[in-house]
Nanobody
Framework: QVQLVESGGGLVQAGGSLRLSCAAS????????MGWYRQAPGKQRELVAT???????NYADSVKGRFTISRDNTKNTVYLQMNSLKPEDAAVYYC????????????????WGQGTQVTVSF
């Protein structure tokens, strides 16, 4: 079974930057899209950003202009560059990979990492 492992989380002051990495145990070429989600205490998991195999990115309004998602297929890694961090960005961030038509199913299959904690202090 493919594994997605997040790293790069930690403590940062408001206004600072952090880069998250999501390393896959195998090729990410078939994941479309890949994305980052986050979940803060008392809130539902929300979409942060996605990127298609063609390089098209989408962002939640709350992070637009501050976060950048990218993928490096040669390294089987997806990144989330987070700039101008706010205390509201504090959450556990999860990497997601969507495999379309998994076992010929049009619903596909979603792979998830274990999550990495991002803490933003005032």
């Amino acid at each position: 079974q493919v594994q997605l492992v997040e790293s790069g989380g930690g403590l940062v002051q408001a206004g600072g930057s952090l880069r998250l990495s999501c390393a896959a145990s195998g090729s990410i070429n078939n994941f479309n899209p890949m994305g980052w989600y986050r979940q803060a205490p008392g809130k539902q998991r929300e979409l942060v950003a996605t990127i298609t195999s063609g390089g098209t990115s989408n962002y939640a309004d709350s992070v637009k202009g501050r976060f950048t998602i990218s993928r490096d297929n040669t390294k089987n890694t997806v990144y989330l560059q987070m700039n101008s961090l706010k205390p509201e960005d504090a959450a556990v961030y999860y990497c997601n990979g969507h495999l379309p038509f998994f076992r010929s199913s049009p619903a596909g299959y979603d792979y998830w990492g274990q999550g990495t904690q991002v803490t933003v202090s005032f």
